[in-house]
Each structure stands twice: as structure tokens, then as C-alpha cells.
């Protein structure tokens, strides 16, 4: 093979690689959030004695305050305690929250129990959550987490939104 040829195939075999990855880039970049298995987490059927851990709670979290970038540290900071992550944007507008509130349809359900282990002084609202998981609204006045379970055990029988 002279070295013309072998430049033409070396050359369309990069063509090819680049092109390969600017499909799947476009793909990933215009799917869903969570598009993948149908969503970051599957409704499942908890019994009490059950055991609900991080890495099973999806967390949304919302700034309803006007530091920029809130949402996505708090968001950040429970990923590092072991949560799943769901959506970080801005709270809908007019949203009032001083400090921290999770918004939620099941109060008592065991991921709520748990995120709020690790929020410290949190208002339970219950109103439709936003976005998958347990839905965190932040505010100026919410400064860190605290340290909270890794786990906590079902109460009475449930239907919960878990990841993996």
C-alpha cells in the first residue's frame, strides 16, 4: 500500500471517529434529563422494615434566593453525602423561602425523612414537587448541611420514587 493510500484511509478513519462522536454529543446533549432507563428514578414498593439509603434519593433543588449558584453547590454537597442528582435550577418565580423547605406531596415518606436529616431546620410544605425525587427549595439564609443518616428504615408500606 503506498503512502497516498494509506493517508486516505487514516483520513477517513478519523472522519469517522469525529463524526461518531458529534452524533452521540448531539444525542446526549438534546435528550431529557434522565432520558436513560426511562428517568433517574423507578416507582418501588416499600415495606416496613425496608431500608431507604442515599445513593437510592433523587434530589432536586431549587435557589429561591438571589445568590447565584446556591442550587448548584447545595446540590453538589448532597451528591457528596451520596444522593442521586436530579434537576438544579431556580425556584418559580415569586417563590418566597428564607432558609430551606422541601416541597412534597408525601410528607412522612421515607426519602423525605431522610433528606431532611440533613437539611436541619426545614419546613415540610406539602405542595407538588419539581422535578424528580425529594424537591429542596433553598434561600439567602441557608447556609450548610448537617450531618444526617446514611439510611433510614420504612414505617408502613409505600410507594417511593427510587434510583437504582
Given at each position: 500500500?503506498?503512502?497516498?493510500?494509506?493517508?486516505?484511509?487514516?483520513?477517513?478513519?478519523?472522519?469517522g471517529?469525529?463524526l461518531?462522536?458529534?452524533?452521540?454529543?448531539?444525542?446526549?446533549?438534546?435528550?431529557?434529563?434522565?432520558?436513560?432507563?426511562g428517568g433517574?428514578c423507578?416507582?418501588?414498593?416499600?415495606?416496613?422494615?425496608?431500608?431507604?439509603?442515599?445513593?437510592?434519593?433523587?434530589v432536586?433543588?431549587?435557589?429561591?434566593?438571589?445568590?447565584?449558584?446556591?442550587a448548584?453547590r447545595?446540590?453538589?454537597?448532597?451528591?457528596d453525602?451520596?444522593f442521586?442528582?436530579?434537576?438544579?435550577?431556580?425556584?418559580?418565580?415569586?417563590?418566597e423561602?428564607?432558609?430551606?423547605?422541601?416541597?412534597?406531596?408525601?410528607?412522612?415518606?421515607?426519602q423525605?425523612?431522610?433528606?431532611?436529616g440533613?437539611?436541619?431546620?426545614?419546613?415540610?410544605?406539602r405542595r407538588?414537587?419539581?422535578?424528580?425525587?425529594?424537591?429542596?427549595?433553598?434561600?439567602?439564609?441557608?447556609?450548610e448541611l448537617?450531618?444526617?443518616?446514611?439510611?433510614?428504615?420504612?414505617?408502613?408500606?409505600?410507594?417511593?420514587?427510587?434510583?437504582?
Amino acid at each position: 500500500m503506498g503512502p497516498r493510500l494509506r493517508t486516505a484511509l487514516t483520513l477517513l478513519v478519523l472522519l469517522g471517529v469525529v463524526l461518531g462522536a458529534a452524533a452521540w454529543g448531539w444525542s446526549r446533549l438534546t435528550s431529557p434529563v434522565g432520558d436513560a432507563a426511562g428517568g433517574p428514578c423507578t416507582e418501588t414498593d416499600l415495606e416496613p422494615g425496608d431500608r431507604v439509603t442515599t445513593e437510592q434519593v433523587v434530589v432536586t433543588v431549587l435557589n429561591a434566593g438571589s445568590r447565584s449558584g446556591l442550587a448548584g453547590r447545595v446540590t453538589g454537597d448532597l451528591v457528596d453525602q451520596g444522593f442521586v442528582k436530579g434537576q438544579s435550577t431556580n425556584a418559580p418565580s415569586g417563590t418566597e423561602v428564607p432558609r430551606v423547605q422541601i416541597w412534597t406531596d408525601s410528607p412522612r415518606s421515607p426519602q423525605v425523612r431522610l433528606v431532611r436529616g440533613y437539611l436541619g431546620e426545614v419546613s415540610v410544605v406539602r405542595r407538588d414537587p419539581v422535578g424528580e425525587g425529594v424537591t429542596v427549595v433553598v434561600g439567602d439564609d441557608f447556609e450548610e448541611l448537617t450531618a444526617g443518616p446514611a439510611r433510614v428504615t420504612v414505617r408502613e408500606d409505600t410507594t417511593a420514587c427510587l434510583a437504582g
